[in-house]
């Protein structure tokens, strides 16, 4: 965070385009919507790529992923599967009963929470997270798990996490000495990747089974399905599905298989627990907002509507709340780092090719 607000004086001192010397390394931030509309939108493809990072290249971290694969036929097909079989709208339908299920949870919660604090108020982010885990967790693994489990992969993913973010970065310096002086961190790194690696691989291997079973012409019995899987399609599905093309079409392994779920679950769970935190804070101190929301859903939907994605468009108020709410507090203070592809001109400043730029989003 000191970072950060390091970042944000330095660009009110000397404008929206940043660069900044890292080790041998120029890196450039951008702190203006429209210099980010004209990168991202105006010149998106020569800026698609993602920074070469040493880190990347040990023990498969966070190699072979949509958000840090490069521009090109690999992330096409890890985007275009991803879209195709968890965003489209046909299948988010699939998944409006596990919505369901994981709203009346999370609302059952909340008010148990809230009788026993009595006017103490609740801290509503932990049953927010946990929720959101639940639901990305079947999404992903097409199973329920229970509260254990799911805080197990919790907690599993925090710690590989902060631990890349505070400790694995000094191997994007000089990694022919720093992969000396520093193998206890890398050791480390690789122990946090085998404990979620022995969470999610029975998850992995009953989807495995399953298909094999469904290609064999014998469908698993509705008693094992009730015990080891709620969903008939899922993340992993697609993901054991896919072919490399540029590899010799082969499957992809474990351990990318792995780092997909790890980028769904990440991605989606901090971030989203974090935008309904701040929205409901608002709600509550605005309480004209909370009526009129509240009016909306009641009169434009019934108790079943609520999980329908065609329904939830219909409501104009509601959206406009959840894009103040994203615009007030953005659940992240960065975008994902891009890399320019070429030789680019931004706000009057040349970015040399493969050099990484960032965004502020709360600049």
Not at 10 to 29: D, E, M, S
Not at 43 to 57: C, Q, S
Not at 137 to 150: I, K, L, T, W, Y
Request: glycine residues 6%; neutral net charge.
């Amino acid at each position: 965070m000191d970072i950060l607000n390091a970042e944000r004086r330095l660009h009110a001192r000397y404008g929206p385009v940043l660069g900044i010397q890292v080790g041998n390394r120029l890196q450039v931030t951008l702190a203006d919507r429209y210099l980010a509309h004209t990168a991202l939108v105006g010149r998106g493809t020569a800026l698609a790529d993602r920074p070469d990072y040493a880190v990347r290249n040990f023990g498969g971290l966070n190699a072979i992923t949509i958000t840090s694969a490069n521009y090109g036929p690999l992330w096409r097909l890890f985007r275009r599967n991803f879209v195709a079989e968890i965003a489209h709208p046909a299948r988010l339908r699939l998944f409006a009963p596990l919505r369901a299920s994981v709203l009346a949870d999370m609302t059952d919660k909340l008010w148990r929470q809230q009788q026993e604090a009595g006017n103490t108020g609740v801290v509503v982010r932990d049953t927010f997270l946990l929720a959101m885990f639940h639901l990305l967790v079947a999404m992903c693994f097409g199973e329920r798990v229970d509260d254990g489990v799911a805080r197990e992969i919790i907690s599993a993913l925090r710690e590989l996490m902060i631990y890349s973010l505070t400790k694995l970065r000094v191997f994007d310096y000089i990694p022919a000495v720093t992969t000396r002086l520093f193998r206890g961190r890398l050791d480390a790194m690789h122990a946090m990747r085998s404990k979620l690696k022995e969470v999610y691989l029975p998850l992995i291997d009953v989807r495995r089974e399953r298909k094999k079973l469904l290609a064999s012409s014998q469908p698993p019995s509705p008693q094992n399905q009730n015990e080891t899987t709620t969903l008939p399609h899922c993340y992993v599905d697609s993901l054991l599905d896919l072919r490399i093309d540029s590899d010799g079409g082969r499957p992809l392994t474990d351990d990318e298989v792995l780092a997909m779920c790890s980028e769904l679950l990440i991605q989606g769970t901090d971030t989203t627990a974090t935008a309904l935190e701040w929205i409901m804070a608002e709600l509550v101190k605005n309480q004209h907002v909370q009526d009129k929301l509240f009016d909306e859903i009641s009169i434009s939907t019934g108790p079943d509507d609520l999980h329908r994605p065609e329904e939830l468009h219909k409501m104009q108020y509601l959206r406009g709340v959840v894009l103040e709410g994203l615009r007030r507090h953005p659940p992240g203070h960065q975008v994902v780092m891009h890399a320019a592809a070429e030789n680019m001109e931004i706000g009057g400043f040349v970015i040399p090719r493969g050099t990484p730029v960032n965004f502020m989003r709360a600049a």
